[in-house]
């Protein structure tokens, strides 16, 4: 992360701006390649490129399975990827990823992994989970601020017309029948992980098409429908409804089950800093195994792998020989280790994450829900970070902003949020966060500004079923596993990429 900070004066008062994001600039040496010739040698029989959740995910496997003999490489000065997170003197908040939901109860391995973390406890007498209370959110869990004032939920409710109730009734029906549904072999229509989904005609042809176009085939036209599905998209796949695929759009309802826990169906395993905390669980797999600051720029295929690597604190290149590699890294910087597009495009959606520190009274006498929605607006909302501290109450808030770029040009959206300064990024976010909280600006202590250029695959048409090739091994020495292979950014997706390829390899 590389801050860069400015302070702001308004009416007397200072506020602090700072920047941050993910390593663009290191990583663009990617582009370049122009580092020195290696110095050190390294061997290890199998070497993981990213920490992020498939890579760690990667090294847990091969750590349970008795092959210790394993190295992990992470550009960044932290593992995490996007599940990663920061901290100030009031609470530490998500730089990325900031929840997981329930998982099906299909999903043996993330349940063996929560276990593992204890945060799933065994079951009570009636088979149900015993989950950590402390890990989850509790109401008020989402609010939104829909026609100038909040209601709880965020499906829109007040003075809605008895078409658009119909509509929402009848959307949330079809859902349903696809949550349930499966092909004759018995497999879900949409399961998690994806690949475990059914590839019928009927799943393929609903992946061809543009999830807007199909719910105008289907004869939907409520204004506050289509607001909660694009909002919905943008909220997982960082694209809405105009670009998405429908298979990905009926993925975000019906591929979660509901069906592990009857007590806890609603919540969702939350930490103020984010997934970072999912993360941190792996570290007993790669403690002593793993160095960051290493950025992977090169790799060559003989009876081993060589891979070059530039360490950024050392600053000199090591080579390092592996009898197999395994690539958690996005396809946009593989084409440039490997110097080859693998597959057609992969499309990724920019984001902009906003941790705002305020004042306690801000709010007033409304207490804030964990996830606050606003109805029309640009970003996503904001989540209070420290919905599950008890001592709340009591200290400065601290809320993270989330927007995503949802366009045709991602590439364009990229290049522009790079380019914006702090005093154009607070006005962004503030003029978006004001239509709810119009003097929120007088209770701003700081703002942290963290760009993700390439956050996050879109799953647009062919995204998803389309793109198998790239998936293969090459010589049954190089594997691939990273989360946008999936087609759909989601903890449970990169951990069971992770998994999957690191069976492959053993
Ligand atoms: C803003 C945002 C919000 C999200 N919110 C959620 C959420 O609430 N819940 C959820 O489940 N998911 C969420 N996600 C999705 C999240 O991406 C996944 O959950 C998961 O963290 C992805 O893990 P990964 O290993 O596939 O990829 P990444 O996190 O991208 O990991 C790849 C790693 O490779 C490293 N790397 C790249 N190039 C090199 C190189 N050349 N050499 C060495 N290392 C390299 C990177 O630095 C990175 O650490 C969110 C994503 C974003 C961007």
């Not at 057609?344 to 705002?356: A, D, E, R, S």
Request: one cysteine or more; glycine letters at 6%.
């Amino acid at each position: 992360m590389i801050p860069f900070l400015q302070y702001c004066s308004k009416k007397g008062k200072s506020l602090l701006l700072k920047i941050t994001g993910t390593n663009h600039v290191f990583g663009h040496k990617l582009w370049a390649k122009d580092f020195p010739k290696p110095t050190e040698e390294i061997h290890t029989k199998y070497l993981i490129v990213g920490g992020g959740i498939s890579g760690l995910s990667a090294c847990r496997f091969f750590s349970q399975n008795n092959e210790n003999d394993y190295l992990l490489l992470e550009m960044e000065n932290h593992l995490g990827g996007n599940s990663s997170n920061g901290q100030n003197q009031f609470s530490k908040f998500p730089l990325g990823a900031h929840y997981l939901p329930l998982p099906n109860k299909e999903n043996i391995e993330i349940i063996e992994f929560l276990k593992e973390c204890k945060i799933y406890q065994g079951d009570d007498e009636n088979g149900d989970p015993i989950l950590d209370e402390y890990q989850m959110t509790f109401p008020q869990q989402e609010r939104l601020f829909f026609k100038n004032s909040w209601q709880n939920d965020i499906v829109p409710q007040k003075g809605i017309s008895p078409e658009t109730q119909k509509e929402m009734d009848r959307f949330f029906k079809m859902m349903d029948h696809f949550r349930d549904k499966k092909d004759l072999s018995g497999k879900y229509f949409f399961a998690i992980p994806l690949e475990d989904s059914s590839a019928e005609d009927e799943v393929l042809q609903l992946e061809k098409m543009i999830f807007k176009d199909w719910l105008h085939q289907q004869n939907f036209k409520s204004e506050e429908l289509f607001w909660l599905l694009d909002y919905s998209c943008r909220d997982d796949y960082g694209l809405g409804i105009d670009y998405v695929s429908a298979w990905a759009g009926i993925h975000y309802f019906a591929g979660r089950k509901n069906n592990w826990s009857k007590k806890y169906k609603d919540q969702v395993f939350t930490w103020p800093e984010g997934n970072a905390r999912l993360a941190k669980h792996f570290s007993k797999y790669t403690n002593g195994k793993s160095s960051p600051n290493h950025l992977v720029f090169d790799v060559k295929i003989n009876d081993t792998i060589e891979v070059l690597s530039f360490d950024n604190i050392q600053k000199k290149t090591k080579k390092i020989i592996a009898g197999k590699v395994l690539f958690a890294t996005p396809q946009f910087v593989n084409e440039r280790i490997f110097n080859h597009k693998r597959a057609g495009n992969f499309n990724y959606v920019p984001w902009l994450l906003t941790t705002i520190t305020l004042k306690n009274e801000f709010g007033g006498d409304e207490e804030l829900a964990w996830d606050n929605v606003i109805y029309g607006s640009d970003g996503l909302g904001y989540i209070y970070d420290q919905h599950q501290n008890i001592d709340q109450i009591l200290g400065e808030k601290v809320i993270t902003y989330y927007r995503s770029f949802s366009t045709a040009d991602c590439k364009k959206a990229r290049k522009k949020l790079y380019a914006l300064k702090e005093d154009q990024l607070k006005n962004l976010v503030l003029d978006d966060l004001k239509k709810a909280h119009p003097l929120i600006e007088d209770f701003i202590i700081e703002m942290q500004f963290h760009k993700i250029g390439h956050a996050m695959i879109a799953p647009v048409p062919n995204q998803i079923f389309g793109k198998q090739e790239v998936k293969q091994p090459i010589d049954g020495k190089i594997f691939f596993a990273h989360s946008d292979l999936s087609g759909i950014s989601i903890f449970e997706e990169a951990f069971y990429q992770g998994l999957r390829t690191a069976k492959d390899m053993l």
